[in-house]
Each structure stands twice: as structure tokens, then as C-alpha cells.
């Protein structure tokens, strides 16, 4: 079975501190994603990676920096965190190929920045 | 602009019904279509593709129109543990990683 696996199920942190969220995948997936989810808003892409050292802008990075140094492991990286990053944020892998389109989700963090 | 719409719900059933839902994308290029489930305070997971010819996985049936740009999910003899929200996916490209989401039906089977 495909595991993701995320550093915390819940984290609070304050306004101003710097935020890293962790993200691993034992599958060998070239690609992973990092959302955030929200109601009313739905699944939104923050950033994504399809290879090592790889990464791209999703639809709302502002805020966020991302690292993959290693194939499985994804980091998200809140620079400054801000009360409107309170979210949960989920991370999702998958292969390339035929079935890129089957995305492999953590369990996510619930973030609440005070 | 939104890429992918769905009715947000909820859509309460008793169990034994009948339920539908309906997608729309904006996309005309748009390749692959999928629709994938979420209980409460879980994790996406994939439910199912969509094809063009239509296709059926036990009491799930879902079905692509392309050129209306719709995509529907038909659940028969709805089971309370049916009750979740179902997301409406999209691909935009040929290689299909970046997934367009929609923002999911929430779906409640009562007994």
C-alpha cells in the first residue's frame, strides 16, 4: 500500500514564526503536491514537484516555499506564518505516467497560526 | 473563473435511494476526468475515472459528456456509508499530475 505520511496531525504556531511541514512517501513517486484545503474553498494547490529539486508554482504560493532535496520527501515551508494560513494542509504523491492522474493523499495537518 | 463547478449540497437521501451528481469544466481541452471521495476529516481518495463510453464500478456509474463539458456520478441503493463528499476531477494536459479539483458535493445517507 502507498503510504504519505505528514510530521503532525496538528500544529499551532504563532504569528511570525517560521513554519516547516513534512511531508514522505514511500512509493518512489516522482511527483508530489502540497494543498491546502478550506471550507467553502475546496483542494487548492500551493506548489508542486516532479522531480528532485524540482518545483513548481501552483495557484496560490504566495507565502509558502517549498524543498525536495529527496525524492520522497516534500517540505512546505511557511516563511512568516500569518492567521490567514490557518488551514489544513495536505500532501498528495503520485507516479508519472499513465497513472499520474491517481493522486496518493496524507492524512493532513490542521495548522492554526494565533 | 471557475475550471471545475459542482453543486455544493448537501444532498440528503434515505438509504436505498437513488442520487446523482453533476460537474461542469470550463476546459474544452481538459483530458482525463476522475471523481474521487473524501469522508469527513479524512483524506481524498480516487473513487473512480471517467470515460467517454461511461463506466461502472458496482453501484457507481459515471458518465462524460463532452460536449456539454459535464460530468456526472450516479450512486444506486445509496448505503449510509455512502455519506461523504465527492470531488469532481480534472486533468488539463496530456502528462495529467496537475489535478484541477472541484470544491465537492457533500452527500448524507440517512436510515
Known amino acids: 500500500d502507498v503510504k504519505v505520511t505528514q510530521s503532525s496531525r496538528y500544529l499551532v504556531k504563532r504569528t511570525g514564526e517560521k513554519v516547516f511541514l513534512e511531508c514522505v512517501q514511500d512509493?518512489?513517486?516522482?511527483?508530489m503536491f502540497w494543498y491546502r484545503q478550506d471550507p467553502g474553498l475546496g483542494l487548492r494547490l500551493i506548489y508542486f514537484s516532479y522531480d528532485v529539486k524540482m518545483k513548481e508554482k501552483g495557484d496560490i504560493p504566495e507565502g509558502y516555499s517549498v524543498s525536495r532535496e529527496k525524492k520522497e520527501r516534500f517540505s512546505l515551508i511557511l516563511e512568516s506564518a500569518s492567521t490567514n494560513q490557518t488551514s489544513m494542509y495536505l500532501c498528495?504523491?503520485?507516479?508519472?505516467?499513465?497513472?499520474?492522474?491517481?493522486?496518493?493523499f496524507g492524512p493532513g495537518t490542521r495548522l492554526t497560526v494565533t | 473563473r471557475k475550471e471545475v463547478e459542482q453543486d455544493p449540497g448537501p444532498f440528503n437521501v434515505p438509504e436505498g435511494a437513488t442520487v446523482a451528481f453533476n460537474c461542469t469544466y470550463s476546459?474544452?481541452?481538459?483530458?482525463?476526468f476522475f471523481w474521487y471521495r473524501q469522508d469527513c476529516r479524512k483524506e481524498p481518495k480516487l473513487l473512480m475515472s471517467?470515460?467517454?463510453s461511461g463506466n461502472e464500478d458496482g453501484r457507481f456509474t459515471a458518465q462524460l459528456n463532452r460536449a456539454s463539458q459535464y460530468i456526472s456520478l450516479l450512486i444506486r441503493d445509496s448505503k449510509l456509508s455512502d455519506s461523504a463528499t465527492y470531488l469532481c476531477?480534472?486533468?488539463?494536459?496530456?502528462?495529467?499530475?496537475?489535478?484541477?479539483f472541484g470544491k465537492g458535493t457533500t452527500l448524507s445517507v440517512s436510515s
Open positions: 471517467v470515460y467517454s
Open positions: 512509493m518512489d513517486h516522482e511527483n
Open positions: 498528495a504523491s503520485s507516479s508519472q505516467g499513465a497513472s499520474s492522474y491517481e493522486q496518493y
Open positions: 476531477v480534472v486533468t488539463p494536459n496530456q502528462a495529467g499530475t496537475a489535478l484541477i
Open positions: 476546459n474544452s481541452a481538459s483530458q482525463s
